[in-house]
């Protein structure tokens, strides 16, 4: 397989500097066919110093959340590989086109890059907590989940257009546990998960708290699995469904 990109990046609260330049190395390395920005809540005049280095800019008043800024970006894509990248631009451009490449060659239907593979270099180092606590995420996420990797939160990953069509209405999270969500899904529709490598830098100034990231996530994990042991046609999970009232997904969303 190959085709064109289309790269969505949401943003909050962004280095509208550093967005600039990282823009501009992911237009140098990669030449997608589209970059569009999804920004949440952008402060006066800052879409208007992005609009010469993005293809496309949606601004929307409000806090939508990493996860639903992602959806509503590759809702908007037509091309044959959706990526996404964190604005932060910890991941660097040259990283983020080996994460497409698994994708874009065939080999997988999905890509997701990983700080925390053993070939994985991390350049700068976050805080001993949120290191721990996304540790003990990730260990307690291989155990529950179905595709084994060894990171699912990492900021880069690229999905094929069809495999998105598979997973986009099973997704439900509107912020930043979207991405274990999506490879959740992902492993239980039987897609092609690859797990790739990346140098990685950590961006102080994380709009996030580490502690309620953590029971987020949590919570979030409990919900994906049980979402996917749906999807593999579980009986208990089925029953359970039937006493809850199921929330609505992301792309039904207005």
């Known amino acids: 397989m190959s085709g064109s990109v289309g790269v969505v990046v949401p943003a909050y609260r962004a280095d509208v500097d550093r967005l600039r330049e990282y823009l501009r190395s992911i237009e140098g390395r990669i030449d997608p066919a589209v970059i569009r920005i999804e920004y949440d809540a952008p402060r006066p005049g ?17 806090r939508r959340g990493k996860g639903a800024a992602i959806t509503a970006g590759f809702e908007a894509l037509d091309t044959d590989v959706l990526a996404f990248v964190d604005a932060d631009g910890a991941t660097p451009a040259a990283e983020l086109t080996n994460v497409i490449d698994p994708v874009q060659s065939g080999r997988a239907d999905l890509a997701a890059g990983s700080r ?51 997973v986009r209405d099973h997704l439900y999270e509107p912020g930043f546990a979207w991405d274990v969500e999506l ?13 790739v490598p990346v140098q990685w830098y950590d ?15 949590g919570q979030a ?25 199921e929330p609505t997904a992301l792309v039904e969303e207005k």
């Open 46 to 62: 800052e879409a208007d110093r992005l609009a010469d280095v993005a293809t496309a800019i949606n601004t929307v008043p409000r």
């Open 116 to 166: 925390r593979h053993p070939d994985a270099e991390v350049m700068t180092h976050q805080t001993r907590t949120r290191r721990h606590l996304g540790d003990a995420f990730a260990w307690f996420a291989r155990r529950m989940l179905d595709a084994d990797l060894y990171d699912y939160q990492c900021g880069a990953k690229a999905i094929t257009a069809e495999g998105w069509d598979r």
């Open 183 to 195: 490879i959740a899904m992902a492993g239980a529709l039987d897609l092609r998960v690859e797990e």
């Open 203 to 217: 961006r102080p100034g994380s709009t996030v708290s580490p502690v309620r990231a953590s029971l987020e996530l």
């Open 221 to 245: 994990l409990l919900s994906a699995r049980h979402r996917a042991k749906r999807l593999r046609n579980s009986r208990l999970h089925g029953a359970i469904a039937e006493r809850r009232d």
